[in-house]
């Protein structure tokens, strides 16, 4: 979804390209380096009306982004040694990729680029959505105003129906289903709500399994990480059941790994989905760090904000290299948010 701050982050992109001030911004923005966020890695065009075009990229951007910031002096390391790092105050440019909801193209079509780079990664994996018990819904109410002419909504929600005959219309739809299912459908209703809609009718993208999610976890260069066990926001959960959703996704992957996961991605992890009890929350559930989706590089004050780091976006909207690198100057964190370093 193209939203004020994405169109904000493209301006800045542009603009600062051209006009040398994120050259100029010098180590003072860019400090440490940064967590990369990735979702989807295909060759494979995502099929739909654009909504999540955002969350997938090719497996030859991944390879060539890798490339260029190994040869503008990155180092790839894992996301346990960049805790080690933020918590040590060295000063050299450093890179951790993250992939959030365990896509099986991570494992089948990124595992090779972070191979042949010699990268490492992590993976973090809301069970929930490895089992099928949930649907990433994001998909299936674009796939819904697809396939359907009208989409009918429950009677628990309000009961009306929205109509997609027209591409201008289906996409009126998703954009309305996509904001009710974050602010008005509770988080424990939503997959229940899609069912009564016909929401299993619709493919979605696949997920790794528990074979391959424990491959990752015992390979040299993978990190599995928890994602909660539903993928719910738990800024719309109580504290206790937030709690039992961070703490239970690391208890079910170390029962299907044999490997605890130290890490925890916030799902969705912006500004209503992560904020202070949360964070403070990930710390109880016995996590060393935990990543947002806030936009930004990494900076030495991390050191203090362990359960609070925020992360660039590889975003399938923008698969062009010089972006990344003004991204990578720290400028487009101070354009977003007028701070330089970004934990809340
Ligand atoms: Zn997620």
Request: one cysteine or more.
């Amino acid at each position: 979804m193209t939203d004020n701050r994405e169109r904000l982050r493209r301006f800045v992109l542009a603009a600062s390209r051209w006009s040398g001030v994120a050259r100029m911004a010098g180590p003072h923005l860019s400090g440490l380096g940064a967590i990369l966020m990735l979702h989807s890695v295909t060759v494979k065009p995502r099929a739909g009306l654009g909504l999540n075009d955002h969350l997938s990229i090719t497996p030859d951007f991944l390879d060539k982004a890798i490339a260029d910031m190994k040869r503008s002096g990155f180092s790839f390391i894992s996301l346990g040694e960049m805790v080690e790092h933020l918590s040590s105050g060295r000063r050299c440019k450093v890179a951790t990729i993250t992939l959030d909801d365990a896509y099986l193209d991570n494992f089948t079509e990124a595992l090779p680029v972070f191979e042949s780079h010699a990268a490492p990664f992590a993976i973090f994996v809301a069970p929930g959505l490895i089992d099928g018990a949930i649907q990433p819904w994001w998909e299936v109410v674009e796939g819904l105003a697809m396939i359907r002419d009208e989409v009918a909504l429950p009677a628990s929600v309000d009961g009306t129906a929205l109509a997609s005959a027209s591409p201008a219309e289906k996409l009126v739809a998703a954009r309305h289903l996509c904001e009710l299912m974050m602010t008005r459908v509770p988080e424990t209703y939503r997959q229940a709500i899609l069912d009564e809609m016909g929401g299993r009718q619709v493919a979605t993208s696949p997920f790794m399994s528990w074979d391959d999610i424990a491959a990752v976890a015992r390979h040299p260069l993978g990190t599995i990480g928890a994602h909660t066990i539903n993928h719910y926001n738990l800024a719309r959960l109580d504290e206790e059941f937030a709690l039992i959703e961070m703490r239970g996704s690391a208890d079910i992957i170390a029962r299907m790994t044999g490997i605890r996961p130290q890490f925890l991605a916030f799902p969705y992890g912006h500004m209503k989905a992560a904020s202070e009890r949360e964070i403070r929350l990930a710390g109880e559930a016995g996590f060393a760090a935990a990543v947002t989706t806030r936009h930004g590089t990494l900076h030495p004050e991390h050191r203090d904000h362990l359960h609070a780091l925020p992360r660039i976006s590889l975003n399938g909207r923008y698969q062009e290299i010089g972006h990344l690198r003004t991204m990578l100057t720290g400028i487009t964190t101070f354009a977003n948010s007028r701070r330089r370093v970004v934990t809340l």
